[in-house]
């Protein structure tokens, strides 16, 4: 299936940050502030095309061959400002709604219908029965909420329906994260393995504290600056328990399968040797990112030591438990919409036409903020 047209474009308010869209490309500057933007997607690609921003796959790509390629194909980055724009159109955005020609795509919950585990390739089933590997190594697929060296703090929406990616907000302002010195903005490739859940009301036996009742995090260290909403087939390495205000917070370190480097990096100890300096960084990052926010220090278990693979993997199937005591009404998700379009037995799961009546309905966001000139700014803390 190739994706031939847009269904439509809705002219809401940005500054700073333009998304054009014109006939099947799609042209998006770095910091992108979509406000409350309910960005969705159509439902359907194969193993030649990739839409960004929250997907689904009739079968997910099984290798670097087969990866997705709208982003390389179909998707040129413009470094294009407001002021190379006409003056009627600076500070805002199209942003669009995607919809295939094809009558039956579908639309679905990046959170909760993207498969946890990478699927052979004769398995066409959402979620995958069988889980890829390379070698002894099982592969993860991993939803890309924030590209590396960007700001804008986009995540999966958890507690809007069909959960689509969207800018975070606190307090009424767009959250975006500091630039610590000397690195800008997230320094990995930055998002969430599907289908897990960090359970609030679980106590983790080795943080002594519950779930910040999100998907686990992802740390995505590849030499590729990813787009958001991309999904990249992952390996796992190894994992960082930090505890962000009291709240158990894993982040898993991860390569994707296509990088340069993957055949050499197998485990933690890999990263060390191959990418020095790069986890100490990683520690410093989690530790004192949110102190320019006027909060303290984050903490960590383990004295801030990174536990292996096996480790690793261990903690994302937990989640994945508890995802799936989520999906089928046996765990408490509060305010989590757990509404879904694929997995197979839950009370959550919904029509095709369900689902494309809540993006339809969705609304429209409000005018942008500018983006303020301090999220250039550099912080400076002692070591």
């Known amino acids: ?17 333009q998304i054009v869209c014109r006939g099947n490309k799609l042209r998006t500057q770095n910091n992108l502030n979509l406000n409350e933007n309910l960005i969705y997607i159509p439902a359907r690609f194969n193993t030649k095309m990739h839409l960004p921003l929250g997907i689904h796959a009739e079968s997910v790509p099984v290798s670097s061959a087969d990866r997705p390629t709208w982003v390389t194909e179909n998707c040129k980055h413009q470094e294009e400002t407001n002021a190379s724009l006409p003056e009627e159109q600076q500070g805002r955005v199209l942003t669009p709604t995607w919809a295939s020609e094809n009558a039956d795509g579908k639309y679905i919950s990046p959170f909760h219908d993207i498969p946890l585990f990478a699927g052979s390739k004769e398995d066409k089933e959402i979620p995958a029965k069988r889980s890829k590997t390379t070698g002894s190594e099982v592969l993860f697929n991993m939803v890309v909420e924030v590209p590396r060296w960007t700001n804008a703090k986009m995540e999966i929406a958890t507690e809007e329906p069909l959960n689509p990616i969207k800018q975070d907000i606190k307090k009424g302002k767009l959250r975006y994260v500091a630039n610590i010195f000397p690195h800008k903005g997230y320094i990995w490739n930055y998002g969430a393995l599907p289908q897990t859940w960090e359970d609030p009301n679980h106590k983790d036996n080795v943080t002594g504290c519950c779930g910040d009742n999100d998907p686990i995090d992802v740390c995505e260290i590849g030499s590729k600056i990813r ?13 960082l328990a930090l505890v962000d205000e009291g709240e158990t917070d894993w982040k898993i370190i991860a390569i994707s399968v296509d990088d340069p480097e993957a055949q050499k990096i197998h485990d933690i100890d890999d990263v060390k040797k191959h990418k020095p300096g790069y986890l100490e960084a990683t520690v410093d990052w989690f530790r004192i990112y949110k102190v320019p926010d006027g909060k303290p220090e984050n903490q960590f278990a383990f004295n801030g030591e990174f536990k292996d693979k096996d480790f690793a993997v261990e903690i994302i199937k937990s989640t994945h438990e508890y995802w ?3 999906l089928h009404k046996k765990a408490d998700g509060g305010a989590i919409k757990c509404t879904n379009v694929l997995v197979s037995g839950s009370p959550f ?25 301090g999220v250039d700014s550099w912080h400076f803390f002692p070591k």
Do not use: T, Y
Not at 1 to 17: A, H, V
Not at 227 to 239: F, T
């Open 227 to 239: 787009s958001s909403g991309e999904i990249v087939q992952v390996k796992v390495l190894g994992v």
């Open 1 to 17: 299936m190739n994706l031939k047209s847009f269904s439509r474009i809705n002219e809401k308010r940005i500054q700073r940050n």
């Open 324 to 326: 799936k005591a989520l």
């Open 349 to 373: 799961c919904c029509s095709e036409e369900d689902a494309r009546s809540i993006v339809q309905s969705a609304p429209l966001c409000v005018n942008g903020d500018s983006v303020s000139p």
